[in-house]
């Protein structure tokens, strides 16, 4: 997933911090088991107590220590924790000015608000994407989520949202929810075959057995995905969200629900299909954990599209 500027910057330094910390302690237990070592740095091992190497390993072994799990904590989007660890590097760096000054400078982009967002899971710098696909493997990619340059409308409270499993009885709501968030790409070439769709079609799919789920925001419907079992994987698509409510990460809980889904039944494979050309796409469900498979060109009336299959193991 696309990270903000500050985020990566911490990362950055972090890494450059790990490295930094890495040359002590690597140096140091060189000495330790090298003779020739200790001979060109002039250090008698014999006068060194056991406790005194303990306490000089752990002293370096807890900025390397500190900056892994920073990094992690930071991945996993933990903020305190990431604070906590970005503190304890500022504090094993105060002897160094230079490192001091990089521990400085990752304790302040953790306090930015974009990292605030970042860690609240509500940056999306760039699209949270909704895929396309057709059930016969005609697939092609869907919407973005920051493709449209309308204003998104933002609450001052935190909306009320809950997923539902919908029947055919929801077509009518699962087409119109289809329709709105893939109306940009009718221009598209091929344009997205979604847009064939019709109420009927779509209730006639669901009754022969494919299934959907709805996302409601505040009790009203916002987005929708359509998801089928296929021998051992969960097998989603038709993602969609509407224009005014995008970059709220709707479609990640999406996915996550489809993924929960699976488990639920006991399915190894949770998999999609994107558009080869769209990385934004792919990135973010190689954010999410979902590896490239395999690869198709699928001839449509209106074009070619070249699709890229993904899959996340569900049961690791």
């Not at 990752?106 to 710098?125: D, E, H, P």
């Not at 959907?212 to 009790?219: C, F, G, R, S």
């Not at 954010?287 to 699709?307: H, R």
Request: aromatic content about 8%.
């Amino acid at each position: 997933m696309p990270k903000p500027r500050s985020i990566r910057t911490a990362e950055w330094l972090v890494y450059v911090k790990l490295a930094l910390s890495l040359i002590p302690l690597v140096m140091n237990i060189m000495i330790m088991v090298s003779p020739s070592m200790q001979q060109r740095y002039k250090v008698n091992m014999d006068q060194l107590t056991t406790s005194q190497l303990t306490t000089t390993f752990i002293f370096l072994l807890i900025p390397v220590a500190t900056a892994v799990l920073a990094l992690w904590f930071i991945r996993r989007r933990q903020r305190i924790p990431a604070i906590l660890a970005a503190l304890v590097i500022l504090f094993f760096s105060t002897s160094n000015f230079v490192q001091m000054i990089i521990g400085l400078v990752i304790v302040i982009m953790l306090f930015t608000r974009s990292s605030k967002a970042y860690f609240s899971g509500a940056f999306t710098s760039q699209t949270e994407q909704i895929t396309d696909e057709e059930s016969d493997a005609a697939t092609e990619e869907g919407p973005s989520e920051q493709a449209s340059t309308r204003p998104v409308t933002r609450l001052r409270t935190d909306p009320a949202v809950q997923i539902r499993p919908a029947g055919a009885d929801e077509a009518a709501t699962i087409h119109t929810l289809m329709m709105e968030a893939f109306e940009e790409y009718r221009a598209a070439v091929p344009p997205s075959s979604a847009l064939d769709e019709t109420v009927e079609s779509v209730r006639e799919k669901l009754e022969a057995g494919q299934r959907a789920a709805i996302l409601y925001e505040d009790e009203r419907p916002v987005a929708m995905v359509r998801y089928e079992t296929q021998e051992d994987a969960i097998y989603f698509f038709r993602l969609s969200v509407i224009p005014s409510r995008r970059r709220r990460g709707y479609s990640k809980q999406l996915v996550r629900w489809i993924e929960q889904q699976g488990r639920s039944k006991g399915l190894d494979i949770s998999r999609c299909k994107v558009r080869q050309t769209v990385q934004n796409n792919v990135a973010m469900y190689q954010d999410m954990g979902y590896e490239i498979v395999d690869q198709e060109l699928v001839v449509m009336p209106a074009g070619s599209v070249k699709t890229i299959k993904m899959e996340k193991k569900l049961l690791v």
